[in-house]
């Protein structure tokens, strides 16, 4: 192994700490886990998809229905089909059932593992956008960020359109290499091309035509702002479709087929969250404030890197925050809004930071002058500790709710109190871990070396995570 292979290793090995440690707890009792993990339960205990025993399901509109389906093409939930979602998460989590029996573990491990895997498809898509050492940290930031570990360690569609987003946009980048002949054969490119337009069907079953939003977003901002395109003839692009519309449109037509007014159903849930689905609405500029809440603990490094990339414009780099910005921009007119659904962007907010990070430690070693790179790093440091110690609050006494009435002042006060009244117990071990962690980065007896430093901090970021 070479030092590059042994470093992934060693990302590897942390991610999984992160993502499977307490992946059984707690259990499943919110919605959207619960109506992925039922319904997938449903399709495993019908038997395997091509004997499946048929379930009734009430598929009427005005009036009750019951029709004998297979519920692995009509997911089943409660009694009636479960449509609003396409079916790729579901059958995930059914085909971990019929090997290791229904359970939260085996419902939330297909996301566990996209989030492993999606290590080093951070690190060869970041690797194509700003270079081999930004690539390194890139890694270690996407592990080490507490968004990106708490929503691979769901069970919900998310991960899963967030993970081949990702791939797509890797296979993309790989495309797009300039270096080679003018013409390239098509069969040297032909598993690239063919790895692209898998993703983009299977992103298409894991959550529908937002899938191609996100994917096309990307290509078009490459090609007008960072003037990035594959060398490829039409029958490549015009194969690739055919192979999408082969995985996709089956299931779509069989549905169709069997099922009344589904468009309807499908049209409510896509077209309508910009128009009449108004559940859940949100005001226009919810996520305004949430990209800084998905970015911790980076989220200093994180705005350092957007003033580096705005204040320097790289076409490789200005690219990418431009799509994060118009794709941010798309989902604020939507009525429904989520940190979730923000997860497809974070490759790009990794992107940011580790560029930050990456250009911090060029600095501090002298090859610019300069101490404003140690000094943001201990700005980082410092928001890791206080991100340590709001961990450790939570541990001790779970979420806070605020009642009407309350000031800031009350709120510190009854944290105070509760954290005390739990002192010399278990959790109190915790809490010191935890901010033991968080203090590691500032040791710099220990770690004299600028990237040794930063090493340290994300260790001690995907301990608290």
């Given at each position: 192994f070479n030092r590059r292979a042994l470093f992934l290793l060693g990302c590897a090995i942390l991610g999984a700490a992160a993502l499977?440690?307490?992946?059984?707890?707690?259990?499943?009792?919110?919605s959207h886990e619960a109506r992925l993990a039922e319904t997938a339960v449903t399709?495993?205990?019908?038997?395997?998809?091509?004997?499946?025993?048929?379930?009734?399901?009430?598929?009427?509109?005005?009036?009750?229905?019951?029709?004998?389906?297979?519920?692995w093409l009509i997911p089943v939930y409660e009694g009636g089909a479960r449509l609003q979602k396409p079916p790729l998460p579901y059958?995930?989590?059914?085909?971990?059932?019929?090997?290791?029996?229904?359970?939260?573990?085996?419902?939330?491990?297909?996301?566990?593992?996209?989030?492993?895997?999606?290590?080093?498809l951070v690190y060869g898509f970041v690797r194509e956008l700003a270079g081999r050492r930004t690539a390194r940290f890139a890694a270690l930031v996407w592990v080490s960020t507490l968004f990106v570990v708490d929503e691979y360690h769901k069970a919900m569609a998310d991960p899963y359109l967030a993970f081949f987003t990702l791939i797509a946009l890797w296979t993309w980048m790989r495309l797009c290499r300039s270096a080679g002949p003018p013409r390239p054969v098509l069969s040297q490119r032909l598993p690239w091309v063919a790895?692209?337009?898998?993703?983009?069907?299977?992103?298409?079953?894991?959550?529908?035509?937002?899938?191609?939003?996100?994917?096309?977003?990307?290509?078009?901002?490459?090609?007008?702002?960072?003037?990035?395109?594959?060398?490829?003839?039409?029958?490549?692009?015009?194969?690739?479709?055919?192979?999408?519309?082969?995985?996709?449109?089956?299931w779509v037509l069989y549905v169709v087929m069997t099922v009344p007014r589904v468009l309807e159903v499908w049209r409510f849930e896509s077209v309508g969250e910009f128009a009449d689905n108004v559940r859940n609405a949100r005001p226009w500029f919810f996520y305004l404030g949430a990209v800084f809440q998905v970015s911790l603990p980076w989220t200093a490094l994180w705005l350092a890197g957007l003033w580096l990339a705005l204040r320097r414009p790289r076409r490789a780099m200005l690219a990418p925050i431009l799509w994060?910005?118009?794709?941010?921009?798309?989902?604020?007119?939507?009525?429904?809004?989520?940190?979730?659904?923000?997860?497809?962007?974070?490759?790009?907010?990794?992107?940011?930071?580790?560029?930050?990070?990456?250009?911090?430690?060029?600095?501090?070693?002298?090859r610019l002058p300069g101490a404003w790179p140690k000094l943001l790093l201990d700005a980082q440091a410092i928001l890791g500790i206080i991100f340590g110690i709001g961990i450790a609050a939570l541990a001790l006494t779970g979420p806070i709710v605020r009642g009407q009435g309350q000031t800031l002042g009350d709120l510190v006060h009854q944290l105070v109190l509760r954290v005390g009244s739990r002192v010399g117990s278990?959790?109190?071990l915790a809490a010191a871990l935890a901010a033991a962690a968080a203090l590691a980065p500032l040791l710099r007896v220990a770690c004299r070396s600028i990237e040794r430093r930063a090493v340290v901090q994300s260790v001690a970021y995907i301990v608290l995570s």
């Open positions: 499977l440690f307490r992946l059984g707890r707690p259990p499943i009792v919110t399709m495993a205990r019908s038997g395997l998809p091509w004997a499946a025993q048929s379930v009734s399901v009430d598929l009427g509109v005005d009036r009750p229905h019951l029709q004998a389906v297979n519920p059958w995930c989590a059914a085909a971990v059932f019929l090997v290791l029996g229904p359970s939260e573990f085996a419902a939330r491990l297909p996301s566990a593992m996209m989030g492993m895997a999606g290590i080093f790895a692209f337009y898998l993703a983009v069907a299977l992103a298409l079953l894991a959550k529908g035509p937002v899938a191609l939003l996100l994917i096309a977003g990307f290509i078009a901002v490459g090609v007008f702002v960072g003037r990035r395109r594959p060398r490829l003839e039409w029958s490549a692009h015009a194969g690739g479709v055919v192979l999408v519309m082969a995985i996709t449109l089956p994060m910005a118009c794709m941010i921009v798309i989902l604020s007119f939507a009525h429904m809004k989520k940190n979730a659904y923000l997860l497809p962007l974070m490759p790009v907010q990794t992107l940011i930071a580790a560029r930050a990070l990456a250009m911090a430690c060029a600095w501090a070693r002298g278990p959790f109190a």
